[in-house]
């Protein structure tokens, strides 16, 4: 008799089981899944993340044409800065893949506020990478000819050259950095944004003082 009822109890809770496992998979064909609920990113995040990429990419490309005969420091600084930025890059585009967002934006910096850009205004050059639009405005980006004057620039006159660029590319990268953080009230975007304003604010103190040590000035 125990055993009848022990038999009965389980093959009930198996049918229950086997049940419950049925309807989870017939769930979205019955019910469709609702896909309108909050975005992993809102619109700014994402446009901060895809503008701040292409801003770091420029960054890397700069290093790559530095004339490994320039200045040891300014050859050290490169690196780091190269390190860093790579980093960076893995960071916002892990957000993007986790939003289901391309790399590159449609609208490059329609995120940020128009006056906010305009004291900064430079073409944008990104070498082996789709271009935004040449209306676009990114802060602190060298044209493809100062990259291409970069690239064969030598020994003192490289180490100039391209501590001049890329302390403009960082004071850009403060702007956008400095925007993200004004307009997203929370989050981890932010916090980031927030940290990249830190970490350049030092490298640029540093990339200005090693200018002025060559005998440099910042650009225009």
Known sequence: MWNTRWFKVAALTSLAVALLVIGAALRPLVLPEDHTGTPVLTSVEVGFAQDMTVHHQQALIMVQRLDRGADPTVLRLAQQLADAQRIEIGTLLGWLRLANETPLSPHPMAWMHAEQVAPHQHSVAVADNPQPPPNSLMPGMATMAELDA??????????????????RHHQGGLTMSSAAD??????PVKESARSMFQSQSQEAGVIGVLLTQLGGRPLP
Do not use: Y
């Not at 004004?182 to 989050?187: A, H, T």
């Open 182 to 187: 004004q307009l997203l009230p929370s989050g």
């Open 150 to 167: 970069l690239a064969t620039a030598r020994g003192r006159d490289a180490a100039i050259l391209f501590l001049q660029l890329m302390f």
